[in-house]
């Protein structure tokens, strides 16, 4: 009998749970949402739409259980700015949302699109209808970036990606106002070689502070003949430190298996950019992208994870 890998996360059986056919307005596709559970119970996604100019802009659909049910605003709820941001002239992208009990306010860290290439743009918000924008606080070439919720030693931190051909690693930056950044310290590095997380890795969904260290779920990119395959992988993080990594998984956890993370605009990948964590502090819901067509929901165990990766080689 052939020997299982361990099931950290369980596609839904309604997945995907929201494709462009479920718009109120006309889209090519919808992926790649950022996650909130709100204070009410409902979950916020802000998903990733994209139009058939080729352009992505943000669009927040709502739902009591976090699976169906959903109602999705009925025209973007946050459109590329280029006219004041100059930055967004081809679209933004990708969000990923922490709340922040300091300002009491949403911190929406998404990519922002120009000629240069892509970097990371800031939003704060506390009704996800208005909005105060940073601009871009992390120049191109740079994406996969997230807030963390607290200061760290008395500064804000940033987890981003910035991109040096061919490779690509995770850093973590600091900031005393949310505007310039500094300090900048290399997190965790792509591997070398035929890994499945090798030359390009950045991070996936905000990193979940636990008792045991910040639990990072990234992703990974294995480039074959066949084309790119996006898969996750589980890293721990120091909390007080948290570009000291203090363990990293050798296997990837999750990858594209099913039809609809197979085949897409983008096949083989699976992209979570947010995630929610049910009232009993454990169950993990988390929503990606997937093959840049659609958006689908796993769920998994915060407690499970942790202990595996604890036991992973």
């Known amino acids: 009998m052939t020997q299982r890998y361990p099931e950290l996360f369980r596609r839904h059986t309604l997945n995907p749970i929201l494709t462009a056919a479920d718009w109120p307005y006309p889209v090519h596709s919808v992926f790649n949402p950022g996650a909130v559970l709100l204070p009410n119970g409902t979950t916020l996604?802000?998903?990733?739409?994209?139009?058939?100019?080729?352009?992505?802009?943000?669009?927040?659909?709502?739902?009591?259980?976090?699976?169906?049910?959903?109602?999705?605003?009925?025209?973007?709820?946050?459109?590329?700015?280029?006219?004041?941001?100059?930055e967004e002239m081809w679209g933004i992208e990708d969000p990923r949302i922490t709340f922040?009990?300091?300002l009491n306010q949403y911190a929406i860290v998404y990519t922002a699109y120009t000629r240069d290439g892509p970097g990371v743009a800031l939003?704060?918000?506390?009704?996800?209808?208005?909005?105060?924008?940073?601009?871009?606080?992390?120049?191109?070439?740079?994406k996969d970036a997230a807030l963390l919720p607290h200061r760290i030693g008395g500064h804000w931190a940033l987890i981003h990606r910035p991109v040096s051909a061919p490779v690509a690693h995770m850093w973590i930056s600091y900031s005393s106002d949310l505007r310039q950044w500094g300090s900048h310290k290399l997190m965790l590095q792509a591997r070398k070689g035929g890994w499945w997380d090798a030359n390009k890795i950045g991070l996936s969904?905000?990193?979940?502070?636990?008792?045991?260290?910040?639990?990072?779920?990234?992703?990974?990119?294995?480039?074959?003949?066949a084309g790119s395959i996006y898969r996750l992988g589980l890293a721990l993080f120091d909390l007080h430190s948290p570009e000291q990594c203090l363990k990293r998984s050798a296997e990837w956890v999750f990858g594209?298996?099913?039809?609809?993370?197979?085949?897409?605009?983008?096949?083989?990948?699976?992209f979570p950019c947010g995630?929610?964590?049910?009232?009993?502090?454990?169950?993990?819901?988390?929503?990606?992208?997937?093959?840049?067509?659609?958006?689908?929901?796993?769920?998994g165990s915060v407690s499970a994870i942790l202990k595996w990766l604890e036991q992973a080689r």
């Not at 943000?58 to 590329?80: E, F, K």
Request: a negative charge.
């Open 275 to 299: 995630y929610t964590i049910a009232p009993d502090g454990d169950t993990l819901h988390l929503y990606y992208g997937a093959a840049d067509t659609s958006i689908a929901l796993a769920t």
């Open 256 to 270: 594209p298996e099913q039809s609809y993370e197979q085949h897409g605009d983008v096949g083989k990948v699976v």
């Open 45 to 86: 996604l802000l998903c990733r739409v994209e139009d058939r100019t080729g352009h992505s802009h943000l669009c927040a659909a709502r739902s009591a259980n976090g699976v169906d049910g959903w109602t999705i605003d009925s025209q973007p709820t946050l459109l590329a700015d280029p006219e004041h941001y100059p």
């Open 205 to 225: 969904s905000p990193p979940i502070e636990t008792p045991q260290g910040w639990l990072v779920i990234y992703h990974g990119v294995r480039r074959t003949a």
């Open 100 to 102: 922040v009990p300091e």
């Open 123 to 142: 939003a704060l918000t506390e009704d996800f209808s208005h909005f105060k924008r940073y601009g871009l606080i992390m120049q191109p070439e740079d």
